[in-house]
Structure formats: structure tokens, C-alpha cells
Antibody, heavy 120, light 110 residues
């Protein structure tokens, strides 16, 4: 059974870059059957799509975040990563990584989520 | 900007039936948007209930069903149980790698 685990600093200073990594186990990130995605959720609010990456390195981003987001993939480590630049308090949220099925566009497996707080 | 609409909250009696809907601010929802539904309980990651409008994910009880009703996607819980009390999110695929989440529906079983 595939598992995803987010990791990274829980506290980021304003204007700095928020960086997270998602480690995939129980399956290969090189599979052509999936996209690898990031989603976030501020406390008490709904889910927001950040972006996705394919095994080839091809990316797509939420237009509202596109200018600040970079998602990358490291197939040798079975990991993919998120960088969000110029962080502000509005970026404080639980960040989830997820696997998305290419054929059904289903966010079928999720990490447990990690809380990132942007504060000085 | 595309907005995906959901009822903010709904209530259902134990054993009762409730239908949640997922619409678009402009236009109709169809299978071309690959509508999917997720259940989230407090402190937990979401889990898939329904994908491609009406396909139930593995290990999801059959009291959950998905459909297209008129111009919206719908999630119906038939025979609601206490542990169905959760937040439910729909997601639509807009093409070009863009997904839009609805704002969620809080379902109360009482």
C-alpha cells in the first residue's frame, strides 16, 4: 500500500521560502500512472490546490499561487518537493501531499499533513 | 475565476438520507470535470469516497453514492450513521492541470 509522508520546517519567517518534501513509499514515483500533488488547508477553512508534477518533471500550478510556487521531483529518492517563496501569514496552513490518478483525476492517496506556521 | 459551490452545512437524522451537491458558478457539471468527493474528519487527511462522478472508492460503504443530478454532481448518503458526521469536499478538474475544490459541506447527524 502506497504511503506519503510530508516533512519540513514547521515554522517559517515572513518573506522567507517555505519548503516541504513528500516521501513516497510502497510505490514508485516514476510510475506514469500518477501525478504528485500538493494541497493546503488553513485552520478551520477548506482545501486549496497548490499544484502537481508528473514523473517527467512537467508541472501545473494554481494560477493564484503560480508566481511563488515551484514543485520538483527526485525519482532517485522517491520524493517530490514544494517551495513557496515570499511566505506570509496567509500561507499558514496544514500542507498535504497526495497521489492523483492520471486516468480518473482522483486524489486517491494523501499524506497525513504537516502544519507550517509563518511567523516571526 | 471558477467557483465550485457546495452547501455550507446539512443535517440528517440517523438512518436518513441526505444529498450534497457540487456546482459551478457558471456552467453545468458533467463527467468531463471528473467530479470527486472526499470525506474529512477533524485532524485527519481527506479520504476519497467517490471519483469520476459515480465510482465508489475501495472500502467505502455502499451507503455512499455519487451521481450527476441536473447540472450538478451529487453525493448521497443513504442510511446515515453517526460516524458520517464530517466535512465533505468535492473537487472538479478544470483541465490543464488545474483542480478546484469546493468550500465543503459540514454534515451533522442528529
Amino acid at each position: 500500500q502506497v504511503q506519503l509522508q510530508e516533512s519540513g520546517p514547521g515554522l517559517v519567517k515572513p518573506s522567507q521560502t517555505l519548503s516541504l518534501t513528500c516521501t513516497v513509499s510502497g510505490g514508485s514515483i516514476s510510475s506514469g500512472s500518477y501525478y504528485w500533488s500538493w494541497i493546503r488547508q488553513p485552520a478551520g477553512k477548506g482545501l486549496e490546490y497548490i499544484g502537481r508534477i508528473y514523473t517527467t518533471g512537467s508541472t501545473n500550478y494554481n494560477p493564484s499561487l503560480r508566481s511563488r510556487v515551484t514543485i520538483s521531483i527526485d525519482t532517485s529518492k522517491n520524493q517530490f518537493s514544494l517551495k513557496l517563496s515570499s511566505a506570509t501569514a496567509a500561507d499558514t496552513a496544514v500542507y498535504y501531499c497526495a497521489r492523483v490518478d492520471v486516468l480518473t483525476e482522483n486524489f486517491q492517496h494523501w499524506g497525513q499533513g504537516t502544519l507550517v506556521t509563518v511567523s516571526s | 475565476q471558477t467557483v465550485v459551490t457546495q452547501e455550507p452545512s446539512l443535517s440528517v437524522s440517523p438512518g436518513g438520507t441526505v444529498t450534497l451537491t457540487c456546482g459551478l458558478s457558471s456552467g453545468s457539471v458533467s463527467t468531463r470535470y471528473y467530479p470527486s468527493w472526499y470525506q474529512q474528519t477533524p485532524g485527519q487527511a481527506p479520504r476519497t469516497l467517490i471519483y469520476y462522478a459515480d465510482t465508489r472508492s475501495s472500502e467505502v460503504p455502499d451507503r455512499f453514492s455519487g451521481s450527476i443530478l441536473g447540472n450538478k454532481a451529487a453525493l448521497t448518503i443513504t442510511g446515515a450513521q453517526a460516524d458520517d458526521e464530517s466535512d465533505y469536499y468535492c473537487v472538479l478538474y478544470m483541465g490543464s492541470g488545474i483542480y478546484v475544490f469546493g468550500s465543503g459541506t459540514k454534515v451533522t447527524v442528529l
